[in-house]
């Protein structure tokens, strides 16, 4: 696991399952979802928070 996978995972642990959000895509897009998935080995959830992680970082908001 890489560092920022640690901190990610540190900073958000008890955030985890707190909200639900719902987020229309087509099928194009949960094939590459699914595809990344299994290459990584993590689930949706986890790929999707990192998303949000990762953006966060390049809009600098904290």
Known sequence: MS???LHYR???QKQLKSETIVVRVDQQEIT???ELENKTG???SDLIRQSFYDLFLKYSIK
Do not use: A, E, S, V
């Open 3 to 5: 560092d920022l996978q």
């Open 10 to 12: 540190k900073k958000y």
């Open 32 to 34: 590459k979802l699914r």
């Open 42 to 44: 993590r689930t949706r």
